[in-house]
Nanobody, 127 residues
Framework: QVQLVESGGGLVQAGGSLRLSCAAS????????MGWFRQAPGTEREFVAG???????????YYADSVKARFTISKDNAKNTVYLQVNSLKPKDTAVYYC?????????????????WGQGTQVTVSS
């Protein structure tokens, strides 16, 4: 069983930055594909960024078009932590951000393939 705990969310003005963290425990972290998703009120949860496990896809990173060049995902296997650096934030980035993990390969974009989810961290961007 894998436990995921997100942190780093908060209230920030448009144009600001945050660094979200997701600490994992209970599994072999290096073998997991990790993803960040977000859900704004009244909308469906959507893919934000993902990083494939090195064993299956060489640690390749993936991004939603809406965040590409503004967000950066990174995975520190020594610390069992995945990060999401979010820059140039916009009010439309306001959402609860969730971390997710799954063993094995395949595209990190597929939300249904994830086995484990964190509780989420709120990001609010004011205009």
């Amino acid at each position: 069983q894998v436990q995921l705990v997100e942190s780093g969310g908060g209230l920030v003005q448009a144009g600001g930055s945050l660094r979200l963290s997701c600490a994992a425990s209970g599994g072999t972290f290096s073998r997991y594909t990790m993803g960040w998703f977000r859900q704004a009120p009244g909308t469906e949860r959507e893919f934000v960024a993902g990083v494939a496990s090195i064993a299956y896809d060489g640690g390749r990173t993936y991004y939603a078009d809406s965040v590409k060049a503004r967000f950066t995902i990174s995975k520190d296997n020594a610390k069992n932590t995945v990060y999401l650096q979010v820059n140039s934030l916009k009010p439309k980035d306001t959402a609860v951000y969730y971390c997710a993990a799954r063993a094995g390969g395949g595209t990190p974009r597929n939300m249904d393939a994830y086995n484990y989810w964190g509780q989420g961290t709120q990001v609010t961007v004011s205009s």
